[in-house]
């Protein structure tokens, strides 16, 4: 039987699919060079262990560095500008008619007439005081043209004390304690003691703080007494109280000589000044506390049996006792605490202040309680009650059995006197407010009801309260 496909046939359909098999196949080129346009894969990240233990978030904040343009603040610099006392201020208004404290109305009558008032110190009594580190910063005296103070009835009280004195001819010694409430102008009644005394002719001697014998921030060394006890000297802080000496006595060291014979360390010709004298102390701290002694004994020595001139009366002053009327902050060689008055110029303040050692030439010995860094002595709180009673002839208190008792204390402040400081009056409040006002700082008139209003908002005339009050606050 015969095929339906010729060959023919066959051949053209083989030829068709073959046609249609190219038609169909993608034109692809042999070799190309154009970059890939496909991304490249994301990589995998790697597989990080957790830790074992939970850790809590915490802020970070990058650090504060110091700025390369200025200087680091020089050793001491920064305790020297917390301490600095300014004294005058240009922008306050110059108050007319203010006298100054001077040698003509250094009186009874005269200063009991000037009550109430205030008066400028002079630029002589400025420079003394200044020396004696009198001044404090916390007192104000940059908000006025020039130091002044106001005159109260205490005031006129120590300058009886010293007429009293200078009229026993060397035979009186006066020996006070103030205290009294923050604030009261216990530091400034020193400082005015000392402005009076130093008027007069007398020597002047201040330990501005007493907590700085106290606290052991000053050298100390053990010094053995003949048949006593151990005794400690603070020699770097007896070269800094002869420096003040020295600036606030300039003019009667200069004119006093050494009269007795002394071991005197340096090279000193006999007959020298005593300013000589103090040089050595100042120059070297090592022999300021042998200085000391000498200088003492010097000014101490009877002006009849003086070779080297009369002796003026003395004026020693210490703010804040109560520092010293406790343990120290020093240890003994046993690591114990030692007791200020084995300290040895606390002890030599002590010793006056008690009478135990007298002033030949009479004088006066004045101390105060610091109530703004008071120092907790419970002895000394009942020393002062004790003295005041007794002064007022009321009965004294009776002592705490619970309270621990120093002996020490309580033997230095027997007989001594006291005198605590109140308010002002209404009439001195009055006095030192128009001061304020003529001086710029209060800016309405000065009425009686105003007066009244800061009087008893001051709790009853303190004076530091009163400052506050009127003039701090608006500054």
């Known amino acids: 039987?015969?095929?339906?496909?010729?060959?023919?046939?066959?051949?053209?359909?083989?030829?068709?699919?073959?046609?249609?098999?190219?038609?169909?196949?993608?034109?692809?080129?042999?070799?190309?060079?154009?970059?890939?346009?496909?991304?490249?894969?994301?990589?995998?990240?790697?597989?990080?262990?957790?830790?074992?233990?939970?850790?809590?978030?915490?802020?970070?904040?990058?650090?504060?560095?110091?700025?390369?343009?200025?200087?680091?603040?020089?050793?001491?610099?920064?305790?020297?500008?917390?301490?600095?006392?300014?004294?005058?201020?240009?922008?306050?208004?110059?108050?007319?008619?203010?006298?100054?404290?001077?040698?003509?109305?250094?009186?009874?009558?005269?200063?009991?007439?000037?009550?109430?008032?205030?008066?400028?110190?002079?630029?002589?009594?400025?420079?003394?005081?200044?020396?004696?580190?009198?001044?404090?910063?916390?007192?104000?005296?940059?908000?006025?043209?020039?130091?002044?103070?106001?005159?109260?009835k205490e005031t006129t009280h120590l300058l009886g004390d010293i007429e009293w004195v200078e009229a026993g001819q060397g035979s009186r010694t006066v020996r006070k304690v103030l205290y009294g409430e923050r604030g009261s102008g216990k530091s400034v009644l020193q400082l005015q003691a000392l402005a009076m005394a130093s008027l007069k002719g007398w020597f002047v001697i201040h330990i501005p703080e007493a907590m700085d014998l106290t606290i052991a921030h000053t050298s100390y060394q053990p010094v053995t007494t003949p048949g006593g006890p151990t005794r400690y000297a603070q020699a770097h802080f007896a070269c800094k109280l002869l420096r003040n000496i020295r600036d606030a006595n300039n003019h009667l060291l200069s004119n006093l000589r050494i009269s007795g014979e002394h071991d005197i360390p340096g090279q000193l010709k006999p007959g020298a000044s005593l300013?000589?004298?103090?040089?050595?102390?100042?120059?070297?701290?090592?022999?300021?506390?042998?200085?000391?002694?000498?200088?003492?004994?010097?000014?101490?020595?009877?002006?009849?049996?003086?070779?080297?001139?009369?002796?003026?009366?003395?004026?020693?002053?210490?703010?804040?006792?109560?520092?010293?009327m406790r343990l120290s902050a020093y240890l003994n060689a046993e690591a114990q605490p030692i007791h200020a008055h084995d300290l040895l110029l606390p002890r030599h303040f002590i010793e006056l202040l008690s009478g135990r050692e007298t002033l030949p030439n009479g004088g006066m010995v004045l101390g105060a309680v610091s109530e703004s860094n008071r120092a907790a002595s419970h002895t000394l709180d009942h020393a002062l009650a004790r003295n005041e009673a007794i002064q007022n002839e009321l009965t004294p208190p009776a002592w705490d059995p619970w309270v621990k008792y120093d002996k020490n204390v309580q033997d230095a402040m027997e007989g001594v006197g006291v005198q605590r400081l109140q308010g002002l009056s209404k009439e001195e409040a009055r006095g030192i407010m128009e001061y304020y006002a003529r001086s710029g700082l209060i800016r309405k008139a000065v009425t009686s009801g105003l007066i009244s209003e800061a009087w008893t908002l001051a709790g009853g005339g303190i004076i530091g309260e009163i400052e506050k009050g009127t003039v701090k606050a608006r500054v």
């Open 1 to 152: 039987m015969a095929s339906l496909a010729c060959p023919r046939c066959l051949r053209r359909s083989l030829q068709d699919l073959e046609t249609t098999a190219t038609a169909i196949r993608p034109q692809r080129a042999a070799f190309s060079t154009s970059p890939s346009l496909s991304a490249n894969p994301p990589k995998k990240k790697a597989v990080v262990a957790k830790p074992s233990t939970r850790q809590g978030s915490a802020l970070r904040l990058t650090k504060n560095t110091r700025a390369t343009n200025t200087r680091p603040p020089a050793v001491g610099e920064r305790k020297e500008l917390r301490k600095k006392v300014v004294l005058s201020n240009t922008n306050a208004l110059e108050v007319l008619g203010l006298n100054d404290l001077s040698k003509e109305n250094l009186s009874s009558d005269a200063l009991h007439a000037l009550e109430a008032k205030v008066m400028g110190f002079g630029d002589t009594s400025v420079d003394r005081l200044r020396a004696l580190k009198a001044f404090k910063p916390t007192q104000g005296w940059n908000l006025f043209r020039r130091p002044a103070s106001l005159v109260r």
């Open 275 to 324: 300013l000589g004298l103090v040089d050595v102390g100042v120059k070297e701290p090592a022999r300021a506390w042998p200085v000391w002694q000498i200088l003492w004994e010097e000014l101490t020595l009877p002006s009849a049996q003086s070779k080297g001139g009369p002796r003026p009366p003395i004026m020693f002053t210490m703010d804040g006792i109560d520092h010293i």
